[in-house]
């Protein structure tokens, strides 16, 4: 079973491991193969090894006023 890897972009969040597991507890709900990885805004750059890969290789998908990149 392949994992969907989920991006969710935030302007603003205090801790990022808390606001991943309550990601991960709401994700539960839906289907346990999403993986949210959280970002704000501001580090959503080249400097971080995931966003990097995301960059290169990721597929970009767009539904109604959201965008999506997907690996």
Do not use: W, Y
Not at 19 to 30: A, C, D, F, P, T
């Amino acid at each position: 079973m392949r994992a969907i890897l989920t991006l969710l972009f935030l302007r603003e969040f205090e801790k990022l491991a808390d606001m991943q597991l309550e990601l991960m507890r709401l994700r539960r709900e839906i289907d346990s193969r999403i993986e949210p990885h959280p970002f704000r805004e501001k580090d959503f750059n080249m400097s971080n090894p995931l966003v990097h890969e995301i960059l290169m290789h990721g597929k970009r998908i767009e539904t109604g006023g959201c965008q999506k990149i997907t690996t």
